[in-house]
């Protein structure tokens, strides 16, 4: 019971080897895969379907302006009209044309106003296209040829400048990556949620078996998906099955000290009888010596039984002050002469992580063994921390000293054989304690603890 809590704490949610950062990573990996893939794509294939646009509406000024361009009688070139697209008669505006023949005339567009272009690229009468120095940078130009009347060569070019192709691709590359990141943070966000809806029934299994452990709960309540139900009614019927074993061990408990003491008050009145013999006295004190051991061995071991079996398997929590009621109620009956005085902090009602059968046990050896050395009182004080409640027993009595403290809670420690009992109860209280991670520190009596040279167990307990 003193290892560390199943609160699904958020930082721990998300650490190392749980199942939510395993499905984030997932989620992640997909997202990023789906995206990049998308984008990638859809980036080549926009580019593709914007190059070809450029390249058929290129193509077909080229054989436009091959159509508009006719030889005069007298051997010149001359335009009909105007090519269809009015950017070609902006001033370097980026649509150019330029229509040359060999030994002749040269014609230029309205946007051509300075330079010219390479008519290399209009070297056959089939179309062909290259990237070019242009006016005003990088062009794409196609070009072709023909023959006039007289067989000479004519060079019909056209050019458009290549950034407003790369503009156009660059544009949708940032929309679209806009998109893709905005989808992204979407995608990731409703993988989250559904993370989140996923996993609340094990969310609520662990806050439901932290509830068990506490005490809180039991056995373990709420509906739970098909895949968890089998789980859930396992632990129910494992914790159902461990508190009957509990409840057989301490009953077996009671049977096996029951049927030990008979045999050995047999013995130690046949100790008794031998010690009273002058001829066995000798063997008899050894007898009698060696069945107080046993009975104190006896005593101590099945103390640790029913506390041990308690701590390692039940899930129960203690009501401090129902626990430690009926226990001063019996101190007081059992010394009359002592006072035995309880001070609670106002509405205190803190639970402990503690079997209540352990709690009390615990509680009676202290509150005995200060009624046993007290004077005149006994006060017991409470008050509450946040992850922890500190009980102290404080008795006016003759105290201890820094090295009967330091072995106080070995077996069969009496420091005054008038006093009664075995020398077993700090002792049972020490294990009883360590088996639900409770403190327990026995300290003399201070200006803030009972009256001076008194002696006081301080108990820290789980809440």
Not at 118 to 132: K, Y
Request: proline share 6%; aromatic share 6%; net charge negative.
């Amino acid at each position: 019971m003193s290892g560390p809590h199943l609160h699904p704490a958020p930082g721990r949610r998300w650490q190392a080897g749980s199942l939510r950062l395993r499905f984030l990573c997932a989620i992640l990996l997909w997202v990023a895969i789906g995206i990049g893939g998308i984008w990638y794509s859809a980036t080549r294939v926009f580019a593709r379907h914007i190059e070809l646009q450029y390249h058929d509406e290129l193509y077909g000024h080229v054989r436009e302006l091959a159509d508009l361009v006719t030889e005069t009688g007298d051997g010149h070139l001359r335009l009909m009209r105007p090519l269809s697209d009015p950017r070609f008669l902006e001033p370097l505006g980026g649509f150019y044309w330029q229509v040359t023949v060999d030994k002749g005339d040269t014609l230029r567009s309205g946007s051509l106003t300075r330079g010219a272009l390479d008519d290399n690229v209009a070297h056959s009468p089939q179309v062909f296209h290259a990237v070019d120095s242009g006016p005003t940078g990088p062009a794409i130009t196609y070009g072709f040829t023909r023959l006039t009347s007289d067989r000479r060569v004519i060079h019909y070019v056209i050019a458009t400048d290549k950034r407003y192709l790369d503009q156009a691709i660059a544009g949708f590359t940032v929309e679209l990556s806009v998109w893709l990141v905005v989808l992204a943070i979407a995608l990731i966000g409703t993988g989250l949620l559904a993370i989140a809806f996923a996993l609340r029934p094990l969310d609520r299994l662990v806050l439901a078996v932290a509830a068990l452990r506490d005490g809180r709960g039991e056995p373990l309540q709420g509906r739970y998906p098909d895949e968890i139900a089998p789980l859930v009614s396992d632990l129910n019927a494992y914790v159902a099955e461990n508190r009957a074993i509990i409840e057989r061990s301490r009953v077996q408990a009671g049977n096996l000290a029951h049927s030990l003491r008979t045999p050995l008050a047999v013995i130690t009145d046949e100790a008794e009888t031998l010690a009273g013999d002058p001829q066995t006295r000798a063997q008899g004190n050894v007898l009698l010596q060696q069945a107080e051991a046993m009975a104190q061995q006896i005593d101590y071991q099945l103390a640790r039984a029913r506390s041990g079996a308690a701590a390692r398997t039940s899930g129960r929590s203690s009501p401090l002050p129902d626990v430690i009621a009926p226990v001063l109620s019996a101190m007081g009956r059992l010394h009359r002469d002592k006072l035995f005085r309880l001070q609670l902090p106002p509405d205190f009602t803190a639970k402990v992580a503690v079997d209540p059968v352990d709690l009390a046990e615990l509680l009676s050896i202290l509150l005995d063994n200060a009624g046993k050395w007290a004077r005149t009182a006994v006060t017991v004080t409470i008050d509450r921390h946040p992850a922890q409640v500190r009980l102290r027993i404080a008795d006016d009595g003759p105290g201890m000293t820094a090295e009967q403290i330091a072995t106080a809670c070995a077996i069969g420690t009496r420091f005054d054989p008038a006093m009664p009992g075995s020398g077993l109860g700090l002792a049972i209280a020490r294990d009883i304690a360590e088996g639900w991670g409770i403190t327990l520190n026995l300290t003399c009596a201070d200006a803030d603890g009972a009256q001076a040279g008194g002696l006081v167990a301080e108990l820290l307990i789980p809440a």
